[in-house]
């Protein structure tokens, strides 16, 4: 209804084309993380804003007027496209129709790739940015969508992609040291929502989280005495807050595994839907899996 009624602001209001000398390319990203890629691989060619800022849950999020608007003037809209962003899964896929190109950027990931969870309604899990090496495939697919918009800058954004393709290995070297670093007995995160099944596969967690992929599921008493008692049994030590989810959920489950008779606290904020505030480190992709892995290994090791 938004689209139907918002006409007329096409990416053809602006004078000059995109992608002229002068004419930066007018980005729109759904996550922070997209936006992330898309910054640095674009530099100042690009102007890239980020739909969802620090604290926002996208699998809740819904587009408002505001939102409708700014996608209608952008030259391109990237999203995750694996469900994310499952309130605007309608708005961004008729992003075609009004002249902005819609880039989703798992397209280029081999499904085989990807984790189905059975819980999830058949889709998959669209927490991809968790594996450092399916994220390269992402950022790759941001390059390839920007040359082929704007061929001139071509060689800056291949020099732009390797060179942070290059840090992107370089920490995910360094996320497998320090996980490696834990004694695998208590390699076990525990949070808010099933977010990090990703990171667990690549560098050897467990993972458990109170609510499901999504977190328009709602957690049960039941789910609450289940986690306690796994925490309890495998004598967890510290649980893990999201900084896009309320921690309601996660102080119930310290609550019952109290009642059980197990200390366990709260081992740090970490992120997972959504960076932190721009200007900080943990509001760069880097920085946030930098923070993640660090307040992790401190958490489940009590130092």
């Given amino acids: 209804m938004l689209l139907a009624a918002c006409n007329g602001g096409t990416s053809g209001d602006a004078s000059g084309s995109p992608g002229d000398e002068g004419n930066p390319l007018r980005i729109v990203a759904t996550i922070g993380q997209i936006a992330d890629a898309v910054d640095r691989i674009g530099e100042d060619a690009v102007e890239v804003h980020a739909l969802m800022g620090p604290g926002v849950d996208p699998h809740l999020y819904r587009a408002s007027e505001s939102d409708i608007t700014r996608l209608e003037s952008a030259d391109a809209v990237f999203w995750n496209g694996?469900?994310?962003?499952?309130?605007?899964?309608?708005v961004l896929e008729r992003?075609?129709?009004?002249?902005?190109?819609s880039v989703r950027v798992t397209d280029g990931?081999?499904?085989?790739?990807?984790?189905?969870?059975?819980?999830?309604?058949?889709?998959?899990?669209?927490?991809?940015?968790?594996?450092?090496?399916?994220?390269?495939i992402v950022v790759a697919s941001v390059r390839d969508a920007l040359v082929d918009m704007d061929p001139v800058r071509a060689a800056t954004?291949?020099?732009n992609a390797e060179a942070y393709i290059a840090e992107i290995e370089d920490l995910d070297a360094y996320v497998t040291e320090q996980a490696d670093a834990l004694d695998a007995g208590i390699r076990a995160l525990v949070t808010a929502h099933d977010a990090f099944n990703y990171f667990a596969r690549r560098y050897g967690f467990e993972v458990r989280g109170l609510q499901g992929i999504s977190t328009e599921s709602e957690a049960s008493t039941a789910d609450v005495q289940a986690l306690a008692r796994f925490i309890?049994?495998?004598?967890?030590?510290?649980?893990?807050i999201e900084s896009s989810v309320p921690d309601q959920g996660v102080q119930a489950v310290i609550e019952a595994a109290g009642a059980r008779g197990h200390t366990v606290v709260v081992g740090?904020?970490?992120?997972s839907d959504a960076m932190g505030v721009a200007g900080t480190p943990e509001g760069t992709y880097l920085g946030m899996i930098r923070h993640n892995i660090d307040t992790i290994v401190s958490g489940l090791s009590g130092e």
């Avoid at 992003?95 to 190109?101: A, P, S």
């Avoid at 990931?109 to 450092?132: C, M, N, T």
């Avoid at 309890?232 to 893990?240: E, H, K, M």
């Fill in 95 to 101: 992003m075609e129709d009004l002249g902005v190109r």
């Fill in 157 to 159: 954004y291949r020099a």
């Fill in 82 to 90: 694996l469900h994310l962003e499952a309130g605007m899964t309608g």
């Fill in 232 to 240: 309890s049994d495998r004598g967890i030590r510290a649980v893990f």
């Fill in 109 to 136: 990931i081999d499904r085989g790739q990807l984790l189905a969870p059975p819980e999830f309604e058949g889709a998959y899990d669209p927490h991809v940015w968790f594996d450092l090496g399916l994220w390269t």
């Fill in 268 to 271: 740090g904020e970490i992120f």
